[in-house]
T-cell receptor
Framework: GNSVTQMEGPVTLSEEAFLTINCTYTATGYPSLFWYVQYPGEGLQLLLK?????DKGSNKGFEATYRKETTSFHLEKGSVQVSDSAVYFCALTGSSNTGKLIFGQGTTLQVKP | EPEVTQTPSHQVTQMGQEVILRCVPISNHLYFYWYRQILGQKVEFLVS????????KSEIFDDQFSVERPDGSNFTLKIRSTKLEDSAMYFC?????????????FGQGTRLTVV
């Protein structure tokens, strides 16, 4: 079945450091890929998405490219801020047409000043 | 900005009791979902709901769970006889449609503690 694997956390970085959070997936067909973010005390919010191979999603300085050849959707940001501290979830929707999301286990990012 | 709202934010219940978790999805959305996250584990899909019926459910969603849209605005998850292992954060979500690339909007969650 479909699944998503994320790098284990927590990830601790200093402000202005470069961020990569790895995400790989297993899916049949052509899934859509997402990064959701959960700030402390809040619900999950869509950060970015990509719906086909080689698409790049971007938002708030974060980027991720849909790589079908490596089944990956790694999240990157060139210079993190303290306000980026949150839990990041990689997810996919498959071909079911119900909108069901399959999530990775989440990666906690802590950015120190 | 429209948002999904969930109540209560925290519910404590005794094992064997019934609980109802409530959600108000975004008003023009047609698909509704429940997910749960046991502490330290993945966010897991429970059920999707469209056109007043379940469109997909996971193996977690057994006979003790049910969902309902009792009126034009609320969407509820009922757990008939709670178990200790039902303790988790429950998230409601909604989306405009069920197509693969469509964004789902999530509520802030209800933390259910079964004692």
């Amino acid at each position: 079945g479909n699944s998503v694997t994320q790098m284990e956390g927590p990830v601790t970085l200093s402000e202005e450091a470069f961020l990569t959070i790895n995400c790989t997936y297993t899916a049949t067909g052509y899934p859509s890929l997402f990064w959701y973010v959960q700030y402390p005390g809040e619900g999950l919010q869509l950060l970015l998405k990509a719906t086909k191979a080689d698409d790049k999603g971007s938002n708030k300085g974060f980027e991720a490219t849909y790589r079908k050849e490596t089944t990956s959707f790694h999240l990157e940001k060139g210079s993190v801020q303290v306000s980026d501290s949150a839990v990041y979830f990689c997810a996919l929707t498959g071909s079911s047409n119900t909108g069901k999301l399959i999530f990775g286990q989440g990666t906690t990012l802590q950015v120190k000043p | 900005e429209p948002e999904v709202t969930q109540t209560p934010s925290h519910q404590v219940t005794q094992m064997g009791q019934e609980v109802i978790l409530r959600c108000v999805p975004i008003s023009n959305h047609l698909y509704f979902y429940w997910y749960r996250q046991i502490l330290g584990q993945k966010v897991e899909f429970l059920v999707s709901f469209y056109n007043n019926e379940i469109s997909e459910k996971s193996e977690i969603f057994d006979d003790q769970f049910s969902v309902e849209r009792p009126d034009g605005s609320n969407f509820t998850l009922k757990i008939r006889s709670t178990k200790l292992e039902d303790s988790a954060m429950y998230f409601c979500a909604s989306s405009e449609n069920g197509q693969g690339g469509t964004e789902a909007f999530f509520g802030q969650g209800t933390r259910l503690t079964v004692v």
